[in-house]
């Protein structure tokens, strides 16, 4: 019986291996000689809601052309972190941050700073799908140059290359001033991808953008964030391992153990999901805990 037991145990999948073998079976756009001063870096960031410290020293660099992924158990400042990004926490009148946000090598917090420039060029893609109700696609894709008083020569060209870029093209091309919100939930989230895309942003940051789609309606999503990694900076929280493993050329591993939000380690996907140096990073990969 016991024999019969331990071939039964030895048949059972790894789940650190199945991650890792995801992880390695795309291509990696990791740059082992990043230079300091490209891409955005967050310098020792510690951030506040009134008097509770939800995140401790955070240091951690995103690689132009890459994606990051950021995991870890709810509640640990991953969504707080990435909004410290782009100083989109600051519309939440407790909020507070220490440390350095610098995108191209310039701290986004220094003083005189125009914030909603930096909002267009850090890009946010929420949890849920939040196109503008009252305005048609073809409005909500354009609405962030009224926003920023951009002018570009041609608009019509401008749409259509933003819908294509979020895969959404030939879906809509015949519905442009029917209103976002008639479209379903996949569609207007990759609406809201084409939306930030119309400002040329640097850097995108999503946060769970996957969460309330449909499995048919993610892998939509996943592909475009794969295909958009090769032209811009992109940052995605997410709380499927799947998904990072299938995404991600960098995973940054959260927790917050009783405290503050720490980053417990950073590294290619690959190494997080085969090799974490971090006990505890192992045992949330593999589902011990989170």
Same mark, same amino acid.
């Given at each position: 019986?016991?024999?019969? !037991?331990?071939?039964? !145990?030895?048949?059972?999948?790894?789940?650190?291996?199945? =991650?890792?073998?995801?992880?390695?079976?795309?291509?990696?756009?990791?740059?082992? %000689?990043?230079?300091?001063?490209?891409?955005?870096?967050?310098?020792? /960031?510690?951030?506040?809601?009134?008097? %509770?410290?939800?995140? +401790?020293?955070?240091?951690?660099?995103?690689?132009?052309?890459?994606?990051?992924?950021?995991?870890?158990?709810?509640?640990?400042?991953?969504?707080?972190? @990435?909004?410290?990004?782009?100083?989109?926490?600051?519309? /939440?009148? $407790?909020?507070?941050?220490?440390?350095?946000?610098?995108?191209?090598? $310039?701290? /986004?917090? %220094?003083?005189?700073?125009?914030?909603? %420039?930096?909002?267009? *060029?850090?890009?946010?893609?929420?949890?849920?799908?939040?196109?503008?109700?009252?305005? $048609?696609?073809?409005?909500?894709?354009?609405?962030? &140059?009224?926003?920023?008083?951009?002018?570009?020569?041609?608009?019509?060209?401008?749409?259509?290359?933003? &819908?294509?870029?979020?895969?959404?093209?030939?879906?809509?091309?015949?519905? =442009?001033?029917?209103? *976002?919100?008639?479209?379903? *939930?996949?569609?207007?989230?990759?609406?809201?991808?084409?939306?930030?895309?119309?400002?040329?942003?640097?850097? &995108?940051?999503?946060?769970?953008?996957?969460?309330?789609?449909?499995? *048919?309606?993610?892998l939509r999503i996943e592909e475009t964030i794969r295909e958009l990694?090769?032209?811009?900076?992109?940052? @995605?929280?997410?709380?499927?391992?799947?998904?990072?493993?299938?995404?991600?050329?960098?995973?940054?591993?959260?927790?917050? +153990?009783?405290?503050?939000?720490?980053? /417990?380690?950073?590294?290619?996907?690959?190494?997080?999901?085969?090799?974490?140096?971090? !006990?505890? $990073?192992?045992?949330?990969?593999?589902?011990?805990?989170?």
């Open positions: 019986m016991s024999t019969i !037991k331990g071939v039964e !145990k030895m048949s059972q999948p790894n789940p650190v291996n199945s =991650l890792a073998s995801v992880a390695a079976s795309r291509p990696q756009h990791v740059d082992s %000689k990043h230079v300091a001063g490209t891409g955005l870096e967050a310098r020792n /960031i510690h951030a506040w809601f009134g008097d %509770k410290h939800v995140i +401790d020293d955070v240091t951690l660099d995103f690689y132009p052309g890459t994606v990051t992924a950021l995991i870890g158990p709810s509640g640990c400042g991953k969504s707080t972190f @990435i909004r410290i990004l782009n100083r989109m926490h600051e519309f /939440i009148p $407790t909020a507070a941050m220490a440390g350095e946000v610098l995108l191209e090598g $310039t701290d /986004i917090y %220094k003083s005189g700073t125009d914030v909603t %420039k930096i909002r267009l *060029g850090i890009g946010m893609v929420f949890q849920k799908p939040n196109p503008f109700p009252s305005m $048609t696609i073809k409005e909500n894709v354009l609405s962030g &140059l009224k926003l920023a008083q951009l002018k570009v020569a041609n608009q019509s060209e401008l749409l259509e290359s933003c &819908l294509i870029r979020a895969g959404l093209w030939n879906e809509v091309k015949d519905r =442009l001033d029917e209103y *976002g919100g008639a479209l379903s *939930g996949g569609q207007q989230q990759r609406l809201c991808i084409a939306r930030s895309l119309a400002v040329s942003p640097q850097v &995108l940051l999503m946060d769970e953008p996957c969460s309330a789609l449909d499995p *048919g309606s993610t990694s090769a032209s811009m900076t992109i940052v @995605i929280v997410t709380h499927n391992m799947q998904q990072a493993a299938r995404v991600s050329d960098r995973t940054g591993f959260f927790l917050s +153990d009783g405290g503050p939000g720490r980053l /417990i380690e950073c590294s290619t996907t690959s190494e997080i999901f085969s090799n974490p140096k971090d !006990k505890r $990073t192992e045992d949330y990969v593999t589902g011990r805990f989170g």
